[in-house]
């Protein structure tokens, strides 16, 4: 399943979330510079590795050597999703627009285009399926919804006058909110009265609305393997949200309490719920606070997770049921990068990152990928915990690197500045 990156959900999946923000219906060409990260679960099955039970040391982090994703392909500019293999989706900026591709591990780029319109993607998967939308320039037919794989495409079957791709798993299922505009009579073009969002889950047969009222400002539809969706739903004109948990066709809604919600960001596959608990005043809709109290869910029972006295932001959990995020004192002043483990009065394990910005991933093995600020200037940079050793994410010789998604094995992809600063494509390789 795809995780959503970034401090703001909408992550984006900016995240996305985040220098990633903003809804995934963005313009492609913005995608290339700043791309959503859509990381899918694996199907690996060894345990996760614990984390310290204290901080490790302070000692200088390694380098792992930064590397063109696509040196063969001319003006690659993004990365915008990796899955466990290796496989890829890049983009850049082509003469008629952006262009994406599909890149599998020691293979040649292939189009992403159905019918030969370009796919805008979304999503991909372990099983090398691409989820994406085909849009009409003269916006005279609506959007497609459309799953790619291996060069063929194939239409599925949502549909609305905005389509927004949630979530993909390794079966094919995706979760998409549908956007649209009921009409009134009365001009020849009719006149917008009112839009409505809806939320589905389908397998390219079949499509079922879910039966709740999406937030359209929040990466709103996590998917597991197991079909599950959790995300928010509003359940009356002026009510706060409340997160819920679907499984084949039974809706169960949890809130946080009075004056506050909470604002879901993942699902793993034993149908646990993460996320982070903001009060009723705080921004809505991709603008949350940076630091709050941060919860797992499971089975009607909710638990708050120590922060320390601070809060937490944004944060990911894996197949096991650990939870990482960055989180901060009282003050804001001081943060750190923690993973809790799956115990239900767990502790904060800190890696001593102390330049975090936002956790972008955590893998089935414990290892966290985090984006950082990093020197006088606060550029971006890259940081991965893996297995216990703090390392520094290089660049394409110039000053910054901007890490985009994870895998299972501990491969990085994202993009990274060259000496000219010019962005380009990069991937991180394990034990390069």
Known sequence: MAT?????????????????????????????????VLVACGADTRPATPPPATSPSRATPAVRPA????????????????????????????????????????????????????????????????????????????????????????????????????DLNDHGQVTAVTVTAAREPGTAQGRDATTTPRAFLTDGTMTVDLGVDPDVNEHNLYLNEAGQVAGLTFEGSGTSPRGFLWDRGRLTTFDTGPTTHPVVMGVNDAGQVAGLVLDDQDSPSGAHPIFRPAFRWRSGVLTTLDTGGGGAGPVRINRSGQVTGVVA??????????????????????LGIADADYVVAINDHGDVLVSALTGPTASPGGRLWHDGQLITLGTLGGTAADPKGLSAHGLVAGVSTSADGTWHAAIWPPNS
Do not use: C
């Open 4 to 36: 959503i990156p970034g401090p703001g959900d909408r992550p984006t999946r900016a995240a996305k979330e985040t220098p990633l923000d903003g809804r995934r219906a963005a313009s492609a060409l913005t995608a290339l510079v700043a791309a959503m």
């Open 67 to 166: 590397a063109a994703a696509a040196p063969d392909l001319a003006a690659i500019m993004s990365v915008s999703a990796v899955n466990d293999t290796g496989a890829m989706v890049i983009g850049r900026a082509g003469r008629a627009g952006a262009e994406f591709y599909y890149l599998a591990h020691g293979a040649q780029p292939v189009p992403l285009t159905h019918d030969g319109a370009p796919i805008e993607p979304s999503l991909l998967n372990n099983a090398g399926q691409v989820v994406g939308t085909v849009t009409d320039p003269a916006g005279n037919q609506p959007p497609r919804l459309v799953r790619w794989q291996d060069g063929h495409s194939t239409v599925l079957p949502v549909h609305g006058d905005q389509i927004i791709p949630e």
């Open 329 to 350: 004192d009282t003050s804001g002043a001081s943060r750190d990068v923690v993973i809790w483990s799956s115990a239900p009065d767990a502790r904060p394990n800190r």
